[in-house]
């Protein structure tokens, strides 16, 4: 089944503790991106990847960093949480095309509490 | 950037038409796009518009772009207790990036 795949789904940690969350899709899509959403604020972008190595900053950078190493895996690093970093987020997952847009994947979400 | 708006709570009976709104201010904006997002879900792609057409029709679903005015509107027929979620716009721009709008909330009321 094509997916974009999250891990984990729900994660409590607690101020300054590292952590990664995994994304991985099995479409060979070359575009991916990460994004959170907050209440009242809908969605916003984080970080995004047009292809291998290739990686930019979306609207809310601050606070994560991301690789993109191989096409499938496009993890989410969150070197120093923040409890402004508690957030429900989404990875997706778009295929580039010359002539039509295909539309974005998303995952389920992965949602995230700092304490 | 693109900016993405859209009215954020719609009730509605179950069997009746349903309407959510949105209006964009990038008048580049390639793609148009619907999503559905169901309690404990991910994003759902519903349907989408290119920019070059006025209306878009798949099964109960209708898509109406008004280039002009910036309005993307998205009509669903005979709306079912199964379609109650939170909808959002989506707006394309820059480097395939999308710009969501903050999410409408249908409730159908059997």
């Known amino acids: 089944e094509a997916q974009v795949t999250q891990n984990p789904r729900y994660l409590i940690t607690v101020t300054g503790k590292k952590l990664t969350v995994t994304c991985s899709q099995n479409m060979n899509h070359e575009y991916m991106s990460w994004y959170r959403q907050d209440p009242g604020l809908g969605l916003r972008q984080i970080y995004y990847?047009?292809?291998?190595?290739?990686?930019d900053k979306g609207d809310v950078p601050e606070g994560y960093k991301v690789s993109r190493k191989e096409k499938r895996n496009f993890p989410l690093i969150l070197e120093s949480p923040s409890p402004n970093q508690t957030s429900l987020y989404f990875c997706?997952?778009?295929?580039?095309?010359?002539?039509?847009?295909?539309?974005?994947?998303f995952g389920s979400g992965t949602r995230l509490t700092v304490v | 950037g693109e900016d993405v708006e859209q009215s954020l709570f719609l009730s509605v009976r179950e069997g009746d038409s349903s309407v959510i709104n949105c209006t964009y201010t990038?008048?580049?904006?390639?793609?148009l796009y619907w999503y559905k997002q169901e309690p404990g879900a991910g994003l759902q792609l519903l349907t989408y518009i290119f920019s070059n057409m006025d209306m878009k029709q798949d099964q109960r679903l209708t898509v109406l772009l008004n280039k002009k005015d910036k309005h993307l509107s998205l009509r669903i027929a005979d709306t079912q207790t199964g379609d109650s979620a939170i909808y959002f716009c989506a707006a394309s721009y820059g480097n395939n990036r999308l710009a969501f709008g903050k999410g409408n909330q249908v409730v159908v009321i059997p």
């Open positions: 990038d008048s580049s904006s390639t793609y």
């Open positions: 997706a997952s778009k295929r580039q095309g010359a002539r039509r847009d295909y539309g974005y994947t």
């Open positions: 990847s047009m292809n291998v190595e290739v990686t």
